[in-house]
């Protein structure tokens, strides 16, 4: 059984915004790492549009949109090749190597573990809150990086009980960014 492991970036204060970050080609290489080597992604609706809104065109024409540098392409065609769940209510469809995941969020959860080859990834703030809640999310693995937002959403805000968590490992970048993977405390 895999585990179900939430990878995120945040700003020193606690801020998810994708754009508080300082996000640099070792850090794009650290996560396309980390996405080819889990078994699939689980995103919610609002992480999964922004990721294929960003990702899918340029992996699939090879054109780098304006934003982007050479060396995002690596990781666009990585995430486009992974395998990825969607939890939605709203969305009728997914396609992107996609599924819809629905019903009872901890079975279908528990289902992904279970019949995943390797590890499941999530992001985003709402759904790894859903997750966190009802005891999903076995690994943390947060990227910490040199930057004060001021501003949030922050990590599992509103979460109803505190987690005790203990370090697994962590990896420093030139950026001055950290990498930091806590698994739950028993």
Same mark, same amino acid.
């Given at each position: 059984?895999?585990?179900?492991?939430?990878?995120?970036?945040?700003? %020193?204060?606690?801020?998810?915004?994708?754009?508080?970050?300082?996000?640099?080609?070792?850090?794009? !290489?650290?996560?396309?790492?980390?996405? /080819?080597?889990?078994?699939?992604?689980?995103?919610? *609706? @609002?992480?999964?549009?922004?990721?294929?809104? /960003?990702?899918?065109?340029?992996?699939? @024409?090879?054109?780098?949109?304006?934003? $982007?540098?050479?060396? #995002? #392409?690596?990781?666009?065609?990585?995430?486009?090749?992974? !395998?990825?769940?969607?939890?939605?209510?709203?969305?009728? !469809?997914?396609?992107?190597?996609?599924? %819809?995941? *629905?019903?009872?969020?901890?079975?279908? &959860?528990?289902?992904?573990?279970?019949? @995943? @080859?390797?590890? &499941?990834?999530?992001?985003?703030?709402? %759904?790894?809150?859903?997750?966190?809640?009802?005891?999903?999310?076995?690994?943390?693995?947060?990227?910490?990086?040199? /930057?004060?937002?001021? *501003?949030?959403?922050?990590?599992?805000?509103?979460?109803?009980?505190? /987690?005790?968590?203990?370090?697994?490992?962590?990896?420093?970048?030139?950026?001055?960014?950290?990498? $930091? !993977?806590?698994? %739950?405390?028993?």
């Amino acid at each position: 059984m895999g585990l179900l492991r939430y990878a995120i970036n945040i700003s %020193l204060d606690g801020c998810c915004d994708h754009e508080a970050g300082v996000p640099d080609q070792e850090l794009h !290489r650290y996560w396309e790492e980390k996405v /080819a080597e889990a078994g699939a992604l689980l995103y919610g *609706r @609002t992480a999964y549009e922004m990721m294929e809104s /960003a990702w899918r065109e340029p992996a699939e @024409t090879g054109v780098k949109a304006d934003w $982007m540098d050479d060396w #995002m #392409m690596s990781f666009a065609r990585t995430i486009h090749a992974a !395998r990825k769940y969607v939890v939605s209510s709203k969305l009728e !469809r997914v396609d992107w190597n996609s599924e %819809l995941v *629905r019903g009872d969020l901890y079975e279908a &959860v528990q289902r992904l573990k279970r019949e @995943t @080859t390797g590890d &499941v990834l999530t992001g985003g703030i709402r %759904l790894p809150l859903a997750l966190a809640e009802l005891g999903l999310i076995d690994e943390y693995e947060i990227v910490i990086h040199p /930057a004060i937002a001021g *501003r949030g959403p922050t990590l599992l805000a509103g979460l109803s009980k505190p /987690a005790a968590l203990r370090l697994v490992s962590q990896r420093p970048f030139d950026s001055g960014a950290v990498a $930091m !993977r806590y698994e %739950l405390r028993t």
